[in-house]
């Protein structure tokens, strides 16, 4: 018989039996669940035998998926009072890419109690370069800017992605209004006044709200009926994390080249992370190069900014896509970060569009429960409340990408003096880098700094 790993606040893990796993939990409740605080209602707590003799747990919200943008939701629920259970399946092969965390971002994790566990893995993005290296006929000037400009200290920082979500995953572990359920989800009910979330395992958690947090393939989108539209390109991303001889003065450097950006991302100390976007048909060829070949290459490819270069254990190969779900809401159904859309690794926007669909939902299901709203109901707004920044930063990257790739000598010459006047025009300058770090159409309260 198998069975799921529940663990509730405080760390615990509970072997969760789906013909004895009720009781189990109950004492988990009386152990590390005191009651929340006061004028939450605890009304959703209670575990039942379904019709199918499954053990089952109900909360307000049910989260499936334990990503970065699905843990910072669970977080962000579970840390302002609202009980919400988490299905995340265990990961199946080690994530070695980082993301560049902008400052609202990192904002909310400082707000959710996450960076402090962060900060030590992170590296300051102070400055961005950008560096036409297309060798075609209109070539951009070099582009400079930095946070200093516009009074911050950082536009952001760069993590990777296994310290982000493991330091997630301790905060997680913290708060007893957040039952971690370790399986896999494999199928989704949604009713009319309630979602069930069927595990493998057996377990069966239901609640107002399903948040859709699995990622490309997300079985809360298909089980809301959602579609999801795009493209994929004919461009593949090779990330490497990489060791180097000179110092990257806390420096982002994005070479624009004819087959996709070039972007090295600053690590702590004198390291940093790489995204080498090639033609497809390059995949190959670079796969069979040893390390030492592939340094080589990328030191030739940088032209040596950071001197010599040595590769660090952990290369990544994912082809480039771009697609949205045509609503990010509905029914009792919500999804958040790739499950809602997926954008190119360019200008790094991915994981922040999913940060701040995370905060969003979270920040309208916290207000919603407070004034005993069913939370369940909260998804159209969610939906018209995302579609602005989803659709511009999508459209943005979109724009950028086929520029590179475009032979078009119009296309190439717009993105060249776009390039220069944003480099020239001191205020189109810094009104583009503040749109960057907080945009206009989205500053959900946990990227201000505010809980919930
Ligand atoms: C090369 C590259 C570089 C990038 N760099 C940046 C960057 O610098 N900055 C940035 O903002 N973004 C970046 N991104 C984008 C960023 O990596 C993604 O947006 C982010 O990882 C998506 O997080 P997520 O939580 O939505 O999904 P995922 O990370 O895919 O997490 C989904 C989770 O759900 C689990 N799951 C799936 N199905 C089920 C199921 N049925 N039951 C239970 N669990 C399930 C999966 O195992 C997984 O753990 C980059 C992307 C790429 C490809």
Same mark, same amino acid.
């Given at each position: ?18 013909? $004895? ?20 209602? +605890?009304? =959703? ?8 003799? &499954?053990?089952?747990? $109900?909360? #307000? ?10 843990? +910072? ?9 609202? *009980? ?26 400082? +707000? ?10 992170? @590296?300051? !993005?102070?400055? &961005? ?25 950082? /536009? ?6 296994? /310290?982000?979500? @493991? ?16 399986? *896999? ?28 947090? =699995? ?39 994005? /070479?624009?080249? *004819?087959?996709?950006? /070039? ?71 919500? !999804? ?12 790094? #926007? ?9 905060? $969003? ?15 369940? *109901? ?11 920044? $989803? ?20 296309? #190439? ?29 989205? #500053?959900?309260?946990? &990227? ?5």
């Amino acid at each position: 018989m198998p069975s799921s790993v529940v663990t509730r606040g405080m760390g615990r893990k509970l072997p969760w039996d789906p013909l $004895t796993g009720a009781g189990i939990i109950r004492s988990c409740y009386s152990l590390s669940c005191p009651l929340p605080d006061p004028g939450i209602s +605890t009304s =959703e707590q209670s575990i039942y035998e379904d019709d199918r003799g &499954m053990s089952s747990l $109900t909360a #307000q919200v049910v989260i499936v998926g334990g990503g970065p943008a699905g843990l +910072t939701a669970a977080i962000a629920l579970a840390s302002a009072g609202v *009980e919400t259970a988490l299905v995340a399946n265990a990961p199946t092969a080690a994530d070695h890419r980082t993301s560049a965390l902008l400052q609202g971002s990192v904002k909310a994790l400082e +707000t959710l109690r996450v960076w402090e566990l962060c900060r030590e893995h992170a @590296a300051p !993005l102070r400055v &961005m370069r950008i560096i036409d290296d297309t060798g075609r006929l209109v070539r951009a000037r070099e582009a400079c800017f930095a946070a200093s400009e516009i009074g911050l200290d950082a /536009f952001g920082h760069n993590i990777e992605n296994r /310290f982000l979500v @493991a330091a997630l995953e301790a905060r997680a572990r913290e708060l007893p209004a957040l039952v971690y359920i370790r399986d *896999e989800a494999v199928a989704v009910d949604i009713a009319d006044a309630r979602v069930t979330v069927r595990c493998k395992g057996g377990t069966a958690p239901s609640a107002r709200l399903a948040i859709g947090a =699995e990622g490309r393939q997300s079985l809360c989108r298909s089980a809301a009926g959602i579609d999801i539209r795009g493209r994929t390109y004919a461009q593949t991303a090779l990330t490497f994390n990489l060791g180097h001889s000179r110092p990257h003065d806390d420096t982002s450097t994005e /070479f624009h080249a *004819e087959s996709g950006p /070039f972007t090295l991302v600053p690590l702590p100390q004198r390291r940093s992370s790489l995204v080498f976007v090639v033609d497809p048909a390059e995949v190959s060829n670079i796969s069979t190069l040893s390390d030492a070949q592939v340094a080589a290459e990328i030191e030739r490819r940088s032209h040596s900014v950071l001197g010599k270069v040595q590769i660090e254990g952990g290369r990544g190969v994912f082809p480039l896509a771009a697609a949205t779900a045509t609503r990010l809401g509905a029914g009792r159904v919500a !999804l958040i970060g790739e499950a809602a859309h997926v954008v190119a690794p360019i200008g790094a #926007q991915g994981l922040n569009l999913g940060l701040r669909d995370a905060a $969003t939902i979270s920040e309208l299901v916290v207000a919603g429960h407070r004034e005993g709203e069913d939370v369940g *109901e909260l998804t159209e707004r969610y939906d018209r409340m995302r579609r602005a920044d $989803t659709t511009s930063r999508m459209l943005a990257v979109d724009l950028l990408n086929r520029s590179l790739l475009s032979d078009f000598l119009l296309l #190439q010459g717009a993105r060249a003096a776009g390039l220069f006047l944003m480099e020239r025009v001191g205020p189109l300058r810094r009104a583009i880098m503040r749109e960057g770090v907080t945009p206009w159409a989205s #500053q959900p309260r946990l &990227m201000r700094g505010e809980a919930l």
